[in-house]
């Protein structure tokens, strides 16, 4: 890689046209299997073995490069380069120079053609400017143990047939299935200016899932799912019939519930809720290259040093903490895709925005990159969030926040407020195009109304929540003393990165819910066969 990087910076160099400044090569070698099956048997196994590659190649200067608007906005006609980032399976020293040069060829490309779309720009359009286009940083040689996989597939697939044998003790359940995968991620990084990263991450998943129709023929959803960095963390066999149990009644309870009506008013939030919310109503925000983008709606653009959250409240960016309270975090790894060691970086301190999530694009007001630069397989790199951590100074007692709660349902005098348990994925809408909005959704897995005057509480299905950012975060009352570790998947720009959220339960003073919609189904006309 360092061979073909020298050769590349130093011979693709064309009369008349601006040379090379940065060059940055990254391999990913990906190693494992996923295995996923029902009622004892297996019904899909497969390998996760291969290699992609990536190039960021910069032409002009460090100061003023090609790039444009962070490189948030894709362009679906650049497709040569996509093609050319499959990597080799056998990684022979030749071959391996070969897939790099022909990318790093359609990269030097695409890098001149846009270097002078962007002076047409530059007399139209007003582009972001205060910052130079790439920040420099000190090389740095950073390695990581190399292990074997833990598992193997055929342990795995004995693993699912055993665990998914549980599911025929419900046969209301409709396609249920047990799912379980292990990944190793081998990461190289070398770049022009003499970085080196070798770092692997583990990654382990099981999913216990099913579905059932309610009455009004809309399905109803339910799982138990783990991503943890430990083979250990996972649930062993003699727990996976304890999982099928909670989610059957999961989805017992669902099936029985009414549909959500609208609802404006307090709510409380379990961990795991407010850490999608957090995610999505602030993190995003966050993201550098969002302050570079004409498109983006730059939320918090003219924030820094001022007071976003009440006082008391903290949150965190830390991809290099391993563990919370115990728990292995999502997020981790020893440096970025750009081969910057991982920060930890304070982004709001007592309730003031301190900075940015930031890669080594230049963002204005901040000093350079804290380690944050992250991407998935052809696609550009961006600060992206490892491991959101929100804390609270002043947390309150889990009894002292349902009281305060419950004081502001009766204030607000309304018969009931909402308790959000559980939340599996949200998305966020950060553009200021005109057909969009800022706004952003979070998707809950477990809702009650509880009434104001008896404390008893109901479960209510089908329900979204939706906002627009400031309103959600200005509405923030208190936080709990518990701490929740959600770790899962994040897609944006840059792609699907994993992530940790680490949050307590969150007092809102207003969230507005409404009822999701969901095609109607018909049950089966026959119920499902006999199991003998």
Known sequence: MQLELARSMKGLRL?????????????????????????????????????????DLRVGSYRSDQTVDGRLESREDDVEWLD??????????????????RLTAARHREALRDYYDKKKISLDEQLVVGAPSLRRV????????????????????????????????????????????????????????GAQGIAQERYFELVVSASMLAEDGVRQYAARTFFVRRLDELPGLDAIATLVDEVNEDLEDLVRAEPMEPYAGPALFGGEAAGVLFHEAIGHRLEGERLLSRSEGHTFAKKVGKRILPAGIDIVDDPSLERFDGRTLYGTFAFDDEGTPAQRVQLVEDGILRRFLTSRNGIPGQKGSNGHARHSKGRELMARMGNLIVTAREALSQSELV????????????????????????????????????????????????????????????????????????????????????????????????????????????????????????????NLPPRR
């Open 138 to 193: 000190d090389p740095t040689r950073l390695s990581t143990p190399i292990r074997k996989l833990k598992g193997s597939r055929a342990a795995a697939e004995d693993f699912v047939r055993a665990a998914s044998q549980h599911f025929v003790r419900y046969p209301r359940l409709e396609d249920p299935y047990v799912q379980l995968k292990e990944l190793v991620q081998t990461r190289i990084v070398v770049n022009s200016e």
């Open 15 to 55: 009369s008349g046209h601006p040379s090379p400044c940065y060059l940055g090569y990254s391999l990913r070698v990906r190693q494992g299997y996923t295995v996923w099956g029902r009622y004892g048997s297996v019904f899909y196994s497969a390998p996760l073995d291969s290699s992609t590659l990536h190039a």
């Open 84 to 101: 050319l980032s499959e990597g080799p399976e056998d990684f022979d020293p030749f071959t391996l120079r070969y897939c790099f040069w």
């Open 403 to 526: 009281e305060r709660w419950m004081a502001e349902v009766e204030r607000r005098e309304q018969p009931f407020g909402l308790l959000v348990t559980n939340a599996e994925s949200g998305e966020t809408t950060t553009s200021s195009d005109a057909y969009e909005f800022q706004a952003f959704q979070v998707d809950p897995t477990k809702v009650y109304l509880v009434d104001a005057a008896t404390g008893n509480r109901r479960r209510v299905r089908d329900v979204s929540f939706v906002g627009t950012p400031l309103t959600a975060i200005h509405g923030v009352m208190a936080l709990g003393d518990d701490m929740t570790v959600d770790n899962s998947y994040c897609g944006a720009e840059s792609g699907s990165v994993p992530v940790g959220t680490v949050a307590p339960s969150t007092l809102l003073r207003e969230i507005e819910a409404q009822r999701s919609t969901s095609a109607r189904q018909q049950p089966p006309i026959l």
